[in-house]
């Protein structure tokens, strides 16, 4: 098992471009979540999804949006980059009903210049 | 609002001595606590979990519960410098999501 996979693994942005962090896992779980970690901090939720079709907004939700079409994939979208979206973000994935852990994926370091 | 409250340290021990990591929460009905360790610009690694009160112990790693005064901790024995990382409490409580704490840094000095 490859676990949960992120790509690109690090990306520079012009303000005001967009683009889409990829995040898939290969252990049939149910739940999936996107974070942030800014320098320094803890991590924030940004979104996250229960199932297949199924998406509901974290913490700190503007500036994103997500879409999940399958189980094994949950694609972050930056629409128009701000400087305030430079962060390191990441994706985990849990069986929420079994054990409930989360397990993350290596990040996506992003700067928007 | 659920919260988990960790001290943001830094807390510094020798090698060889014991660390003592702390977490509370605030939600009575939580099921589940995790602990994590973050290596800096990595992603968090899960090292230990527990569900029930009392000890679980795991190598140089203990986990202790305690439900009735909502507080989880995690022992390191024999520290390493290679323990030297930022240590993530996480708690579950039905909600769907984990809450996470801050996170304690913690340096293990040779």
């Known amino acids: 098992n490859a676990g949960v996979t992120q790509t690109p693994k690090f990306r520079i942005l012009k303000i005001g471009q967009s683009m889409t962090l990829q995040c898939t896992q290969d252990?049939?779980?149910?739940?999936m979540y996107w974070y942030r970690q800014d320098p320094g901090m803890g991590l924030k939720l940004i979104y996250y999804?229960?199932?297949?079709?199924?998406?509901d907004k974290g913490e700190v939700p503007n500036g994103y949006n997500v879409s999940r079409s399958t189980t094994e994939d949950f694609p972050l979208r930056l629409e128009l980059a701000a400087p305030s979206q430079t962060s390191v973000y990441f994706c985990?994935?849990?069986?929420?009903?079994?054990?409930?852990?989360?397990?993350f994926g290596p990040g996506t370091r992003l700067t928007v210049l | 609002q659920k919260e988990v409250e960790q001290n943001s340290g830094p807390l510094s021990v020798p090698e060889g001595a014991i660390a003592s990591l702390n977490c509370t929460y605030s939600d009575r009905g939580s099921q589940s606590f995790f602990w994590y360790r973050q290596y800096s610009g990595k992603s968090p690694e899960l090292i230990m979990f527990?569900?029930?009160?009392g000890d679980k112990e795991d190598g140089r790693f203990t986990a202790q519960l305690n439900k009735a005064s909502q507080y989880v901790s995690l022992l390191i024995r024999d520290s390493q410098p290679s323990d030297s990382a930022t240590y993530l409490c996480?708690?579950?409580?039905?909600?769907?999501?984990?809450?996470f704490g801050k996170g304690t840094k913690l340096t293990v000095n040779p």
């Open positions: 252990m049939n779980h149910n739940y």
């Open positions: 985990a994935s849990s069986y929420v009903g079994r054990n409930n852990e989360q397990f």
């Open positions: 996480a708690v579950f409580g039905g909600s769907e999501k984990l809450v």
């Open positions: 527990i569900y029930s009160n």
């Open positions: 999804s229960v199932g297949a079709g199924i998406t």
